[in-house]
């Protein structure tokens, strides 16, 4: 790879730090993610968020100051270069933005539409200090990978430029690593460990890659063909692909050893969904996040509700809990022509856990939000079907463990709201690996691992992503397969090396 494209010393990037004043550069209002209307997206599947066009895309980068000791890099879990690739932007060398990029990271464009970024990268820009809008870092990763893969389906495979850099190692090839499990951490860690030059191969329980990306996330946020782009970049390190393939039931992990994995990296996730204990809940029409979600993907909104294609037509649904999930799942319900679209959410306003963007995109799309509501029962109707819920006011009190103030019952503040459809999304428990007899669990299930290097107890097995941390976001995942690679290509390594003295 040419550092010249990352050096912050490089002459280019010193000639254009002197191309306008930080004062110019401090003017900028920052660029508008240009947005489909509320009134027509509620009608289709598209995706809400349009794409900067190449002119304001440089002009959002032209904001970046080049920091020396830039902020945002500090709150990436993945360690992305984010100067580097905006300045590449600015001087409108897109595909070396997106080398810069695959140093990093192999889901870009996944990236780029769902991490939270003002919680994060966003959150490190000098620009809150100054009280300015911070830099889309976000949204200018999104161009990047969009760009280049446009300009990829429009070029030969000929004259195609690989923008992917390895640093294989021959002491490597051969060494098979099996991944359980194709969500975000999987596949994080095997783009790592293809690119180091290991033998790789990812077993999915299901029919499809890509996990939470594909099975719990609405095309309207991110398209299946942008996850299926992203998931092809793999293919082509050598990274092999096996579905349907259960490991700990289709396939033991004794099996898995013996076939000559000398690694496995276990990323499962946590898709078992948390219940409220509450009567009512086993009700037909009340359903978790997962059930609705995977229904919506899979099938599409005949499914949801069991009947026709227009089974959520003038109906009354109510999506418990605040989270981006939350969030997804009542704007599909608004989608499949939801008359009442309801979030209903114990705590208050600003304790919404949700992006910003998600809360803010949901209200236009005319999505109710029963903040400081808590259902406490289902109710039925003469035919055993859900037909209503209860619902406790209430307000907030001092504040918890986690630092927000705590809700509290309002005495006697009892509503009944009727509804046709409640989906709980209120948290997801990890999935226990199945016969994985030699690792460390919690009490919840999680894999206990070691923080610095995602090891787990059993001496050939790494873990990270939910299975480890409990729902969480992509980008921690990442972040979690991201160091695993690293911290087990140093085990092999030092094997090796101490191999070779002998």
């Excluded at 893969?149 to 992917?164: G, H, V």
């Excluded at 993907?297 to 009947?307: F, K, P, R, T, V």
């Excluded at 969030?327 to 919404?352: C, H, L, P, T």
């Excluded at 990890?430 to 669990?441: F, I, R, S, T």
Aim: with cysteine; charged share 25%; aromatic share 6%.
């Amino acid at each position: 790879m040419n550092k010249d494209i990352i050096s912050r010393d490089s002459e280019w990037r010193e000639e254009l730090r002197k191309l306008h004043t930080t004062k110019e550069r401090t003017a900028l209002p920052r660029v508008v993610m240009p947005e489909i209307p509320a009134a027509y997206r509620v009608t289709c599947n598209d995706e809400v968020n349009q794409g900067l066009s190449i002119e304001q895309a440089v002009l959002e980068a032209r904001r970046c100051l080049d920091c020396p000791d830039p902020g945002c890099m500090k709150g990436c879990p993945v360690s992305n270069n984010i100067p580097s690739f905006i300045k590449n932007i600015e001087r409108r060398n897109f595909t070396e933005a997106l080398e810069v990029l695959n140093l990093t990271t192999v889901l870009p464009a996944v990236c780029g539409r769902v991490c939270p970024q003002e919680k994060q990268c966003e959150a490190g820009c000098i620009y809150n200090k100054m009280k300015k809008p911070p830099v889309a870092i976000g949204n200018l990763e999104r161009f990047v990978a969009d760009f280049n893969r446009e300009m990829e389906r429009n070029t030969p495979a000929a004259e195609r430029r690989d923008s992917i850099h390895t640093l294989a190692s021959p002491f490597f090839a051969g060494i098979k690593i099996a991944v359980v499990g194709s969500g975000p951490s999987g596949l994080a860690f095997a783009g790592d460990m293809a690119k180091r030059g290991y033998d790789v191969t990812i077993f999915e329980a299901l029919d499809r890659f890509g996990g939470v990306l594909k099975y719990g996330i609405p095309e309207f946020c991110l398209p299946n063909d942008v996850v299926d782009a992203e998931i092809a970049k793999l293919d082509t390190l050598g990274v092999k692909f096996v579905k349907n393939a259960f490991v700990g039931k289709t396939i033991s992990y004794k099996q898995l050893q013996e076939q000559g994995f000398k690694g496995i990296y276990v990323a499962t996730g946590a898709g078992k969904p948390r219940f409220m204990g509450i009567p009512g809940e086993n009700l037909p029409g009340v359903m978790t996040a997962n059930e609705y979600l995977i229904r919506l993907n899979l099938m599409g909104d005949s499914e949801i509700y069991g009947q026709s294609n227009t089974s959520l037509r003038r109906k009354r649904v109510a999506v418990i809990g605040a989270g981006n999930t939350a969030m997804d799942a009542v704007r599909a319900a608004r989608r499949m022509g939801a008359e009442r679209a309801m979030i209903v959410y114990r705590r208050g306003e600003d304790e919404i856990p949700a992006r910003a963007e998600e809360v803010r995109h949901a209200r236009e799309e005319g999505v109710e939000f029963l903040t400081l509501h808590n259902p406490v029962e289902y109710l039925e109707d003469e035919n055993g079907i859900l037909r209503a819920m209860r619902v406790q006011r209430m307000e907030l009190g001092e504040p918890d463990e986690s630092g927000r103030r705590k809700p509290v019952e309002i005495p006697g503040a009892i509503e009944e709201i009727e509804v046709d459809l409640v989906v709980i999304c209120v948290g997801y428990l990890p999935n226990p690996p199945a016969l994985l007899a030699d690792v460390d669990k919690s009490r919840q299930g999680n894999i206990v691992v070691d923080g610095a290097s995602m090891k787990s107890s059993s001496p050939d097995i790494y873990a990270g992503g939910d299975i480890v941390r409990g729902a969480a976001t992509v980008i921690l995942a990442m972040g979690d397969g991201r160091k695993a690679a690293k911290s087990m290509s140093e085990a092999f390594e030092n094997i090796i090396r101490n191999t070779s003295l002998l």
